[in-house]
């Protein structure tokens, strides 16, 4: 606690003098030594590092078959440790739990890769990727306590698809889009369904940090992608120059339709505010992929759906009273609009009287984001 916070406090009457000893009191009891954990923690790094470096120096000289053993008996004694862990443990024993799971199934992974370097595999990568989910998504799912297992496994499920699309076999082939780009954008829409899922998954589990941050994490990807679709449907008509067949527009007006599914299953799942609110913001999402992919091509147009969409977005924060969430959109709207008042001026920058103008702009729309900000946003302490 700063002592000059408490001097303010008790010189604004908002406590007295015997509660700000209390409070410094209370503080010195429990303060932690920053500096020394510092020190531990820089420590720590530099054995990590040296470790590292050693073996990393010495990897060619260890015969493969040792490598493995050595990564496999690792990944035996720590899934002996999380056995060994109590099943209704309080908090302590669910961090580590957590922890243990993660680095478990992080494990699995670099065995996965160890294995296809010492044998030189030339499988594609993605195959390991959907090799390692099979085998590990079950635990994850089973064992996850929150943000680690969540990243994770989300981190798979989206990687696992686009990593997919990515094979010339698969997508695009030639610089064409083939019947292929149609299943590979309704494999990478398909990670937006672990929001609907968290939903189902967390009411009355014990569990329900891990399925909300799985949900968040599947709510973030379907926004995140859709407005970089938007904004990359503004620099050009990129898709119908490759597409004679129109497997594009088919292939977006199905991501179009995994979104309005996935809003419709959230809906069913949650009727609260914040799941109504989020089935609202998938609908959205649906509807701007249909429109950027109609008005592509249109540098103004596009931007005008960025904004109207991170609106739509701010709205619904609102709605479900998350704070976080509305000053987001709102300040993405206002930098959208910045930027594109600066894309439209074009030469006019060149001049002084431009830039005086294109100051002025930004000052204009900070000062009216922010008087929105402090008039509209949810009190603190709303999710």
Same mark, same amino acid.
Request: proline share 3%.
């Given at each position: ?11 604004? /009457?908002?406590?007295?003098?015997? +509660? ?10 429990? =303060? ?13 790094? &530099?054995?990590? @590092?040296?470790?590292? &470096? ?16 050595? *990564? ?33 199934? +992080? ?6 890769? *160890? ?7 030339? =499988? ?28 994770? @496994? ?9 990593? #997919? ?12 889009? /083939?019947?292929?780009?149609?299943? $590979? ?12 899922? &968290? ?33 990359? =449907? ?5 898709? %119908?120059? %490759? ?13 179009? $339709? ?10 069913? +799942? ?27 091509? %249109? ?19 609102? %709605? ?15 930098? #959208? ?30 000062? =009216? ?10 009190? #603190?302490?709303?999710?």
């Amino acid at each position: 606690m700063a002592e000059r916070k408490l001097k303010a406090w008790v010189a604004a /009457g908002l406590i007295d003098a015997a +509660a700000a000893d209390r409070i410094r009191a209370w503080e010195a009891q429990h =303060s932690r030594p920053v500096a020394l954990w510092a020190v531990v923690g820089l420590a720590a790094l &530099s054995i990590g @590092l040296g470790i590292v &470096s050693l073996v990393a120096a010495n990897w060619a000289a260890i015969p493969g078959e040792t490598r493995l053993a050595l *990564h496999g008996a690792l990944m035996v004694g720590l899934g002996a440790a999380l056995w060994a862990l109590p099943a209704q443990g309080g908090d302590a024993a669910r961090r580590w739990a957590e922890v243990g799971i993660f680095v478990f199934a +992080a494990l699995g992974l670099g065995f996965i890769g *160890h294995l296809g370097q010492v044998y030189q595999t030339s =499988s594609p990568t993605w195959m390991a990727i959907g090799l390692w989910l099979t085998l590990f998504a079950p635990l994850l799912l089973g064992g996850g306590q929150g943000w680690l297992c969540a990243a994770l @496994l989300a981190g798979g499920c989206i990687a696992l698809p686009w990593m #997919r699309f990515g094979d010339p076999a698969l997508g695009f082939s030639g610089g064409q889009a /083939g019947p292929g780009v149609i299943r $590979g954008a309704i494999e990478c829409a398909l990670p937006v369904g672990l929001t609907p899922l &968290s939903a189902l998954m967390s009411g009355g589990s014990a569990r329900g940090g891990f399925w909300l941050r799985l949900g968040q994490i599947g709510f973030a990807y379907a926004i995140a992608a859709v407005s970089l679709f938007v904004i990359a =449907s503004g620099l050009g008509d990129w898709a %119908h120059g %490759h597409d004679p067949l129109g497997n594009v527009d088919t292939a977006l007006v199905a991501v179009a $339709g995994v979104l309005g599914l996935a809003g419709l299953a959230l809906w069913q +799942a949650d009727r609260s505010v914040q799941g109504t609110a989020g089935a609202a913001v998938f609908a959205m999402l649906a509807l701007a992929m249909l429109a950027a992919d109609r008005l592509g091509g %249109h540098g103004l147009a596009m931007g005008l759906l960025f904004m109207v969409l991170w609106a739509g977005l701010a709205g619904a924060a609102l %709605h479900a009273r998350a704070r976080w969430a509305f000053q987001m959109a709102v300040a993405a709207v206002a930098l #959208r609009l910045i930027i594109l008042a600066f894309e439209e001026a074009g030469g006019l920058l060149a001049s002084g009287a431009g830039l005086i103008l294109g100051g002025v702009l930004v000052l204009g729309v900070a000062w =009216s984001a922010l008087r929105i900000l402090r008039q509209f946003a949810p009190a #603190r302490g709303i999710a």
